[in-house]
């Protein structure tokens, strides 16, 4: 079975801080995503990588930032974190091959205090 | 661009019949999919179907497709406690590398006894 790591089920940060969500898998998957999602928006993408040290902006990326040095991690960055980060935030990966499905992580539950 | 839509809520009563609609409007579609989420967890894929057929049966899930409509549906044979969850469609226009899919808000099942 495809497993789709992220590090922290929970994370309270702080305003300004600069706030690390890292993702791993361990299917040698060449794509990998970073969504937020939110009640009443649905999922939203705010980048996606498809392959090493390759980034691509999706449809959220502003405040965010994300790191792909190795093909099963895929991090994602938030400059300087903001009350409104304040978000469930899941990672997903997929095989090159476009049509197949992505396999998501259990989510990570951001706080910005 | 693409949008899909979802109705937010749906009740059934165990052991009935559970069907969950969805609407896309991206004609070139290829790839549909649909997703179960737990409270707390990640979104864990249950089934998806091609543009070229027209349903797909997986034990007690069935998909159907219209394409003439842009109607996805999903059924859940004897539905039971567990299957209460949040459903998510989405959709994959496949336009090349990554597999970019868009969600719908997803329809909330609460299964009652």
């Known amino acids: 079975d495809v497993k789709v790591t992220q590090s922290s089920r929970y994370l309270v940060k702080r305003t300004g801080e600069k706030v690390f969500l890292e993702c791993v898998q361990d299917?040698?998957?060449?794509?990998m995503f970073w969504y937020r999602q939110d009640p009443g928006l649905g999922l939203r993408l705010i980048y996606f990588?498809?392959?090493?040290?390759?980034?691509e902006k999706g449809d959220i990326p502003e405040g965010y930032s994300v790191s792909r040095e190795k093909k099963e991690r895929f991090s994602l960055i938030l400059e300087s974190a903001s009350t409104n980060q304040t978000s469930m935030y899941l990672c997903?990966?997929?095989?090159?091959?476009?049509?197949?499905?992505?396999?998501f992580g259990d989510g990570t539950r951001l706080s910005i205090l | 661009g693409e949008d899909v839509e979802q109705s937010l809520f749906l009740s059934v009563r165990e052991g009935d019949s559970s069907v969950i609609n969805c609407t896309y409007t991206?004609?070139?579609?290829?790839?549909l999919y649909w997703y179960k989420q737990e409270p707390g967890a990640g979104l864990q894929l249950l089934t998806y179907?091609?543009?070229?057929?027209d349903m797909k049966q997986d034990q007690r899930l069935t998909v159907l497709l219209n394409k003439k409509d842009k109607h996805l549906s999903l059924r859940i044979a004897d539905t039971q406690t567990g299957d209460s969850a949040i459903y998510f469609c989405?959709?994959?226009?496949?336009?090349?590398?990554?597999?970019?899919?868009?969600f719908g808000t997803g329809t909330r099942l609460q299964v009652t006894l």
């Open positions: 997903a990966s997929s095989t090159q091959a476009g049509w197949q499905p992505q396999h």
């Open positions: 299917m040698d998957h060449e794509n």
């Open positions: 990588s498809y392959d090493v040290k390759m980034k």
């Open positions: 991206d004609s070139s579609s290829t790839y």
């Open positions: 179907i091609f543009s070229n057929m």
């Open positions: 989405a959709e994959n226009p496949y336009t090349g590398t990554a597999s970019k899919l868009t």
